[in-house]
């Protein structure tokens, strides 16, 4: 008995110790593989990248060691990536990366690890491969799972302006706000205009399409923003004012009137709001009125707007001193001493 217990933590022993050698040789094996591909980095750092600026037109040496090459390749792109000046550099990185990744990038949306995959998608926006459009469309469609894998090939098919970006955002509804936008910022103009004359489109895309032109200040779509002034949901109005203060703009005053006595106490903070952005003398009268109003916010925003007003420091006073409610004289005492910007 003793014997057999003795055979069993021997095999053990030395089965642990042949996993120990495996996980050691490995590492090494792993190291020397690193170490070979920073010193070829490092090597032709310079010289690449003076070829891929264009100030040579003899491309340094790269190794024949597919994987040295790939890893090689892969680290000097993703540098040279973000500093990036004109189309022409933009090309040759295009290039070298279509002749030399292709395959294996191909070979890894098909076989590769899901941190592969999804590392690999990254590379090919960032490098512009859009040889690899239809594979990445497949992969697209291949997909099961709604996580960040999906979320990354639609932003890759968005900057190749594939059209199954816009069937997506139209009929995916667990698309996020903020992510509609990273797809509109790479999607071409000419599907923002689909889009825009779309008259059913599906609120979550209407309102993420008005914020992002809000954000990116693009004045070739005020008209459209304005427009969505008298949409029938008020989330759609309240996007189209916002995204209107950060134009700092509307195209006729009269277009705010309705919402400074709206029943609804977020259009009139709004409207408070963008009447003190564009300081419009006309409506403190109003703003006045407002900053005695039911909602906290409504009251700061009017108080704010009366104090951008050409001559806000004295209609503040006023309001400190007179106003007949006393939660608008507090109000306009505190914004005396605050010292606020122009609200977003």
């Not at 980095?41 to 790269?62: D, K």
């Not at 070979?107 to 592969?116: D, P, Q, T, Y």
């Not at 090939?153 to 816009?166: C, S, Y």
């Not at 306009?332 to 605050?338: E, G, S, V």
């Amino acid at each position: 008995m003793i014997t057999v217990i003795l055979w069993i933590s021997g095999s053990f022993l030395l089965l642990q110790i042949i996993v120990l050698m495996y996980l050691s040789f490995s590492k090494r094996k792993v190291n020397r593989h690193d170490q070979e591909v920073s010193r070829i980095y490092h090597q032709i750092l310079n010289s690449y990248l003076a070829y891929l600026h264009g100030e040579t037109e003899h491309e340094p040496t790269l190794p024949s060691d597919e994987q040295v090459r790939n890893k090689v390749l892969e680290r000097l792109l993703s540098g040279y990536v973000s500093n990036i000046k004109g189309a022409e550099n933009e090309q040759r990185m295009k290039e070298v990366a279509e002749r030399y990744l292709t395959d294996h990038y191909r070979h890894v949306l098909k076989k590769g690890s899901w941190a592969e995959r999804i590392n690999i998608l990254f590379f090919i926006e960032d490098y512009q491969m859009s040889v690899l459009q239809q594979e990445v469309k497949n992969h697209y469609l291949s997909l099961k799972e709604k996580d960040e894998e999906y979320r990354q090939a639609l932003r890759v098919l968005a900057t190749f302006g594939d059209d199954k970006v816009l069937e997506a955002l139209k009929n995916d509804q667990t698309l996020a706000v903020g992510f509609m936008k990273e797809c509109f910022r790479r999607l071409p103009e000419e599907f923002v205009e689909i889009l825009k004359k779309d008259p059913e489109l599906p609120t979550p895309v209407l309102l993420s399409v008005i914020s992002y032109f809000g954000e990116t200040g693009h004045y070739e779509h005020l008209p459209y923003v304005e427009s969505q002034l008298k949409h029938d949901e008020k989330e759609v109005r309240l996007k189209s004012l916002g995204a209107l203060c950060q134009y700092r703009y509307i195209s006729s005053a009269d277009r705010l009137l309705p919402f400074l006595t709206s029943d609804i106490w977020e259009e009139r903070m709004f409207a408070a709001r963008l009447a003190g952005i564009l300081q419009l003398t006309r409506y403190s009268t109003a703003l006045m009125e407002l900053a005695g109003d039911t909602s906290w916010w409504v009251r700061f925003a009017a108080c704010e707007a009366l104090k951008q007003l050409p001559d806000g420091e004295i209609l503040l006073t006023f309001a400190a001193e007179g106003h007949e409610d006393m939660y608008a004289r507090d109000m306009a005492k505190q914004l005396q001493t605050l010292r606020t910007g122009v609200s977003r």
